[in-house]
């Protein structure tokens, strides 16, 4: 594993001495020893997330525009420059292969970020095109600095005014003594931002943040946080809640941006898009699954707990491993990830299932073991974000 | 205008008014708007929350006036109110750290393994048993927990209801086993010191595990029966985890904002700035209310959050009331035994004793509990009517994990007093009030020296200055002390303790009723059912 830019940094503060492994490079779980006030710290001041190990390209030239509009689902001709959109992007047979950010930094410069590596299917889209791809991933350090008090913070660190920059916009500035871009955008669903610096300004960048922060009760955290407040903002994650199409050879473990709830970023009626016939053609028949959020009932939990003489258990991690769901006995989806939000009260997750039984309000049964008992816990369909304060866009 | 107050008679007619917008106020008020009832909170201050109330007591410093912590808040109150979705929002607090005189600490941290090598440093039997310790706790309170969210059975004329629950009472005692009820008989009999002293051996671990013993009570770490406030002590949940304590958001004013907010979301009007003079009773029914002002406003149930002594004896005439119920209440025991002291300060203060200076205060609480000796030594002096010169306190310094409190980079302290004594031999709080300040400053920066030259601003709260602002009776932060021969269906009195009173359709629902005292919101939600139970 590879030290991010930040190591001589995160590494003597994570007292946990818990490690990773993310896209190559090491990343620290949490922190201190457990992780609750590195979360509480992204829904109540602060948190500094080494995203480091992101993969990042940039697009240059007269006809970068042309190749992301062709790769992306997303209309990229509406991006203005200074604008950030989220996107996935598929193969030919409408199949998920990633998703991530766009930011159009320049009339004909964009950076796109990614969860895997995306150079060759990037240039292969490219053929004949006026347009150069880069893979920036190692050249391109970056922190997101997440959570109601970020903003003050990032102000009271940066060389120009910041409070214009609305969700999803992106701008440069300076930090300290380096020049960075300043992204607002971030996986926590909460007010925050990403920022994207030069590795050889990584340390300086941290420290001045780091020593802002202490006004704004700043706390580093690690992936533990991020994956709880990452399903609070009904985000999904790769390889957790689907798997890229790249990666798996069975079309069952395939899934299309339709299934996961996608749609909206689909733009079936630009010109060309990879995928876009299958994708009419799905959207025509219906998509086989609906992504859907799922709130279990507690109380029913707890009713099992007392079955077996037990208080009722709550876990204090996220969890990703796949459990199935079902309806009247039968096995309709799966929820893919879950977690009980402190913030919410309440037990969410993530799931996928057959379109009949995707209305809000529906009740499914997830599978839940206690004990190593496997039961069911009645769980009702409820509107995604979970979590989504007012604060995230104002 | 003419100096005299006329009567006024209010247009609108509510199903309940509430006297008291303290948080069991509000959560009656919730319940009872939720059934569809129209309800009315009247407070007395400018405020609603009562003890759990934020203010800007200093410009841009928000405090946490009085109570400064949660856990006890019963899971139930926050599922069935949705108060997640009216502003709840609780960091846990996972630790804390006791200085000693010796200059070396005991802590608690987040972590079992760190909390046990910890322990280590001081005893190695300690630190073994530690853990069994707190799985006795984690049991008896979970034996327990059940009765917190009972009505109490009425011992004195048992309804076919209270047997089932007496039934139901005995069964569980039965179950516990013999060993729970031989712990169980320990608890309610015996001292914390003593009860502790059966686990451990290093005098400081008794010292700060006795600290939940005695909050909030006019006794010492040796005293009898403080045992058992320590269990209720470990009754807190949060997120289905025993024991845990927590911040909320701005101050537990926020946990009352949050009640309040579902309330009205429910329909509830809310009415501050209103004291109560007298509830009105009409052939011995409560018929509605008499402000001060002059105004009367009807209604056809009158709950009271008050405690128990002005719920009885200020809100209502005592010749309405049976002889044996005005003694009761009259020697119910408030004895208000802390403070509280709020700074706004300039910068963190570093306790000299800590590894890492900064890190005690993100984790949770300071406590000021160096020995036994220094803990009973604080009671002896207030017993006769003083306050300790060198006080236990309990410090919580939210803005290290709430910036909001605080302008960026300044910083808000807590700080819990044990013991001030309401009664004063000599002198009265008006004059004393400062001393008193001053002897907690005093003992607080033996242990963080710069904490001095960081007080932007000092509020202190005396016993009396917490009775005169917040009307509770002696200034106990419980509606009266959670001692034994005061709890469950002797709270407030034997054959009152179902949130009823001798007067029809008065009802009360304060921290003087089961289970008693802290945020919990338990005696709030019962009165609400019983009500609910009684007039629908």
Same mark, same amino acid.
């Given at each position: 594993?590879?030290?991010?830019?930040?190591? %001589? /940094?995160?590494?003597?503060?994570?007292?946990?001495?818990?490690? @990773?492994?993310?896209? #190559? !490079?090491?990343? $620290? &779980?949490?922190?201190?020893?457990?992780?609750?006030?590195?979360?509480?710290?992204?829904?109540?001041?602060?948190?500094?997330?080494?995203?480091?190990?992101?993969?990042?390209?940039?697009?240059?030239?007269?006809?970068?525009?042309?190749?992301?509009?062709?790769?992306?689902?997303?209309?990229?001709?509406?991006?203005?420059?200074?604008?950030?959109?989220?996107?996935?992007?598929?193969?030919?047979?409408?199949?998920?292969?990633?998703?991530?950010?766009?930011?159009?930094?320049?009339?004909?410069?964009?950076?796109?970020?990614?969860?895997?590596?995306?150079?060759?299917?990037?240039?292969d889209n490219?053929?004949?095109?006026?347009?150069?791809?880069?893979?920036?991933?190692?050249?391109?350090?970056?922190?997101?600095?997440?959570?109601?008090? %970020? /903003?003050?913070?990032?102000?009271?660190?940066?060389?120009?005014? @910041?409070?214009?920059? #609305? !969700?999803?916009? $992106? &701008?440069?500035?300076?930090?300290?003594?380096?020049?960075?871009?300043?992204?607002?955008?971030?996986?926590?669903?909460?007010?925050?931002?990403?920022?994207?610096?030069?590795?050889?300004?990584?340390?300086?960048?941290w420290?001045?943040?780091?020593?802002?922060?202490?006004?704004?009760a700043?706390?580093?955290?690690?992936?533990?946080?991020?994956?709880?407040?990452?399903?609070?903002?009904?985000?999904?994650?790769?390889?957790?809640?689907?798997?890229?199409?790249?990666?798996?050879?069975?079309?069952v473990?395939?899934?299309?941006?339709?299934e996961?709830?996608?749609?909206?970023?689909?733009?079936?009626?630009?010109?060309?898009?990879?995928g876009?016939?299958?994708?009419?053609?799905?959207?025509?028949?219906?998509?086989?699954?609906?992504?859907?959020?799922?709130?279990?009932?507690v109380?029913?939990?707890?009713?099992?707990?007392?079955?077996?003489?037990?208080?009722?258990?709550?876990?204090?991690?996220?969890?990703?491993?796949?459990?199935?769901?079902?309806?009247?006995?039968?096995?309709?989806?799966?929820?893919?990830?879950?977690?009980?939000?402190?913030?919410?009260?309440?037990?969410?997750?993530?799931?996928?299932?057959?379109?009949?039984?995707?209305?809000?309000?529906?009740?499914?049964?997830?599978?839940?073991?206690?004990?190593?008992?496997?039961?069911?816990?009645?769980?009702?369909?409820?509107?995604?974000?979970?979590?989504?304060?007012a604060?995230?866009?104002? | 205008?003419?100096?005299?107050?006329?009567?006024?008679?209010?247009?609108?007619?509510?199903?309940a008014?509430?006297?008291?917008?303290?948080?069991?106020?509000?959560?009656?008020?919730?319940?009872?708007?939720?059934?569809?009832?129209?309800?009315?909170?009247?407070?007395?201050?400018?405020?609603?929350?009562?003890?759990a109330?934020?203010?800007?007591?200093?410009?841009?410093?928000?405090?946490?006036?009085?109570?400064?912590?949660?856990?006890?808040?019963?899971?139930?109150?926050?599922?069935?109110?949705?108060?997640?979705?009216h502003?709840?929002?609780?960091?846990?607090?996972?630790?804390?750290?006791?200085?000693?005189?010796n200059?070396?600490?005991?802590?608690?941290?987040?972590?079992?393994?760190?909390?046990?090598?910890?322990?280590?440093?001081?005893?190695?039997?300690?630190?073994?048993?530690?853990?069994?310790?707190?799985?006795?706790?984690?049991?008896?309170?979970?034996?327990?927990?059940?009765?917190?969210?009972?009505?109490?059975?009425?011992?004195?004329?048992?309804?076919?209801?209270?047997?089932?629950?007496?039934?139901?009472?005995?069964?569980?005692?039965?179950?516990?086993?013999?060993?729970?009820?031989?712990?169980?008989?320990?608890?309610?009999?015996?001292?914390?010191?003593?009860?502790?002293?059966?686990?451990?051996?290093?005098?400081v671990?008794?010292?700060?595990?006795?600290?939940?013993?005695?909050?909030?009570?006019?006794?010492?770490?040796?005293?009898?029966?403080?045992?058992?406030?320590?269990?209720?002590?470990?009754?807190?949940?949060?997120?289905?985890?025993?024991?845990?304590?927590?911040?909320?958001?701005?101050?537990?004013?926020?946990?009352?904002?949050?009640?309040?907010?579902?309330?009205?979301?429910?329909?509830?009007?809310?009415r501050?700035?209103?004291?109560?003079?007298?509830?009105?009773?009409?052939?011995?029914?409560?018929?509605?209310?008499?402000?001060?002002?002059?105004?009367?406003?009807?209604?056809?149930?009158?709950?009271?959050?008050?405690?128990?002594?002005?719920?009885?004896?200020?809100?209502?005439?005592?010749?309405?009331?049976?002889?044996?119920?005005?003694?009761?209440?009259?020697?119910?025991?408030?004895?208000?035994?802390?403070?509280?002291?709020?700074?706004a300060?300039?910068?963190?203060?570093?306790f000299?004793?800590?590894?890492?200076?900064?890190y005690?205060?993100?984790?949770?609480?300071?406590?000021?509990?160096?020995?036994?000796?220094?803990?009973?030594?604080?009671?002896?002096?207030?017993?006769?009517?003083?306050?300790?010169?060198?006080?236990?306190?309990?410090?919580?310094?939210?803005?290290?994990v709430?910036?909001?409190?605080?302008?960026?980079?300044?910083?808000?302290?807590?700080?819990?007093?044990?013991?001030?004594?309401?009664?004063?031999t000599?002198?009265?709080w008006?004059?004393?009030?400062?001393?008193?300040?001053?002897?907690?400053?005093?003992?607080?920066?033996?242990?963080?020296?710069?904490?001095k030259?960081?007080?932007?601003?000092r509020?202190?709260?005396?016993?009396?200055?917490i009775?005169?602002?917040?009307?509770?009776?002696?200034?106990?932060?419980?509606?009266?002390?959670?001692?034994?021969?005061?709890?469950?269906?002797?709270?407030?009195?034997?054959?009152?303790?179902?949130?009823?009173?001798?007067?029809?359709?008065?009802?009360?629902?304060?921290?003087?009723?089961?289970?008693?005292?802290?945020?919990?919101?338990?005696?709030?939600?019962?009165?609400?059912?019983?009500?609910?139970?009684?007039?629908?």
């Amino acid at each position: 594993m590879q030290p991010t830019p930040f190591h %001589s /940094r995160t590494a003597p503060l994570c007292v946990s001495n818990s490690w @990773l492994e993310w896209a #190559g !490079y090491q990343s $620290a &779980t949490m922190y201190a020893l457990e992780h609750t006030h590195e979360y509480h710290a992204v829904r109540m001041a602060t948190a500094l997330f080494d995203v480091s190990p992101l993969y990042k390209f940039h697009i240059h030239g007269p006809d970068a525009m042309r190749l992301l509009d062709r790769v992306l689902t997303r209309d990229v001709t509406r991006c203005a420059v200074g604008q950030v959109m989220y996107s996935a992007w598929c193969d030919d047979a409408g199949h998920i292969i990633d998703d991530g950010t766009l930011a159009r930094l320049e009339d004909n410069f964009y950076r796109l970020t990614t969860a895997d590596p995306s150079l060759a299917w990037l240039q292969d889209n490219g053929y004949g095109m006026n347009v150069q791809v880069e893979d920036v991933s190692e050249s391109l350090a970056a922190l997101a600095l997440q959570g109601p008090t %970020s /903003r003050d913070l990032l102000q009271s660190a940066a060389t120009t005014n @910041l409070s214009r920059l #609305g !969700y999803f916009r $992106a &701008t440069r500035t300076g930090i300290g003594n380096a020049r960075v871009t300043v992204t607002r955008t971030g996986y926590t669903g909460d007010l925050g931002y990403e920022v994207w610096i030069e590795p050889d300004d990584a340390e300086h960048v941290w420290d001045v943040l780091m020593d802002r922060g202490r006004s704004y009760a700043i706390k580093p955290a690690g992936t533990l946080a991020l994956e709880m407040v990452r399903i609070e903002a009904g985000l999904l994650l790769s390889e957790v809640d689907f798997i890229s199409c790249r990666k798996t050879i069975f079309e069952v473990q395939k899934s299309t941006p339709l299934e996961l709830g996608l749609g909206w970023m689909v733009h079936l009626d630009k010109p060309f898009f990879v995928g876009q016939q299958a994708i009419r053609e799905e959207k025509a028949r219906g998509p086989a699954w609906n992504a859907v959020g799922v709130e279990i009932d507690v109380l029913a939990l707890e009713a099992i707990y007392a079955e077996f003489g037990m208080p009722l258990h709550l876990p204090w991690e996220a969890w990703d491993t796949p459990v199935p769901v079902y309806v009247d006995g039968q096995q309709v989806g799966k929820a893919t990830s879950g977690t009980w939000s402190p913030t919410l009260k309440k037990y969410v997750a993530l799931a996928r299932v057959r379109p009949q039984h995707a209305a809000l309000g529906s009740t499914l049964d997830i599978e839940m073991t206690v004990e190593a008992v496997r039961r069911t816990v009645p769980a009702k369909v409820v509107k995604t974000p979970f979590f989504d304060p007012a604060r995230k866009r104002s | 205008m003419s100096a005299s107050i006329s009567t006024t008679k209010s247009a609108t007619r509510y199903d309940a008014i509430v006297i008291g917008g303290g948080h069991n106020g509000l959560t009656t008020a919730a319940y009872l708007a939720k059934a569809g009832r129209k309800v009315l909170v009247l407070e007395r201050r400018h405020i609603l929350g009562g003890a759990a109330v934020s203010e800007e007591v200093y410009p841009g410093f928000t405090f946490t006036v009085c109570s400064y912590v949660v856990s006890l808040l019963r899971p139930e109150v926050i599922r069935e109110l949705e108060l997640s979705k009216h502003g709840l929002q609780i960091v846990p607090l996972t630790g804390s750290f006791t200085p000693m005189e010796n200059g070396d600490y005991l802590a608690f941290w987040p972590d079992d393994t760190d909390t046990r090598e910890e322990i280590k440093r001081h005893s190695v039997r300690d630190a073994d048993r530690y853990e069994e310790f707190n799985q006795l706790m984690f049991e008896m309170a979970y034996a327990v927990k059940p009765i917190l969210g009972m009505v109490p059975p009425d011992l004195v004329s048992p309804s076919l209801r209270d047997l089932g629950t007496l039934r139901e009472l005995a069964r569980h005692i039965k179950g516990l086993g013999k060993r729970k009820f031989h712990y169980l008989h320990k608890i309610m009999t015996m001292s914390a010191a003593d009860f502790l002293a059966e686990f451990f051996e290093t005098d400081v671990m008794k010292a700060a595990m006795s600290i939940n013993g005695i909050i909030g009570t006019m006794l010492g770490p040796c005293s009898p029966g403080t045992a058992y406030v320590l269990l209720h002590h470990f009754m807190g949940e949060l997120d289905g985890a025993f024991t845990a304590w927590g911040s909320q958001k701005g101050g537990t004013g926020g946990v009352s904002e949050a009640l309040a907010s579902a309330a009205r979301s429910y329909g509830a009007e809310t009415r501050c700035s209103t004291p109560v003079k007298q509830v009105i009773v009409k052939n011995g029914r409560a018929v509605g209310v008499a402000l001060e002002s002059g105004e009367e406003i009807y209604s056809d149930v009158v709950v009271s959050g008050c405690d128990p002594k002005v719920t009885f004896l200020k809100l209502i005439d005592r010749k309405e009331l049976p002889g044996d119920l005005v003694e009761s209440i009259e020697k119910f025991k408030f004895r208000g035994s802390s403070g509280k002291v709020n700074l706004a300060l300039d910068g963190l203060p570093d306790f000299t004793a800590a590894p890492d200076p900064s890190y005690v205060h993100e984790i949770g609480m300071v406590e000021i509990a160096p020995s036994l000796a220094f803990m009973e030594q604080a009671y002896d002096e207030a017993k006769y009517g003083g306050f300790s010169s060198r006080p236990y306190m309990d410090v919580v310094v939210p803005t290290a994990v709430d910036p909001s409190m605080a302008p960026p980079g300044k910083h808000v302290m807590s700080i819990f007093v044990q013991y001030a004594n309401y009664e004063l031999t000599n002198g009265n709080w008006e004059d004393e009030r400062e001393n008193f300040g001053d002897a907690v400053i005093d003992t607080l920066a033996e242990f963080a020296p710069n904490l001095k030259e960081m007080i932007l601003h000092r509020q202190v709260l005396s016993p009396w200055d917490i009775e005169k602002e917040f009307a509770l009776t002696a200034g106990n932060i419980f509606q009266g002390e959670l001692t034994l021969d005061q709890l469950f269906f002797l709270r407030p009195a034997a054959g009152w303790a179902q949130y009823r009173t001798p007067i029809r359709n008065y009802y009360q629902c304060g921290s003087g009723t089961h289970p008693g005292g802290g945020i919990t919101g338990g005696p709030g939600r019962l009165a609400a059912l019983e009500i609910l139970r009684g007039t629908s």
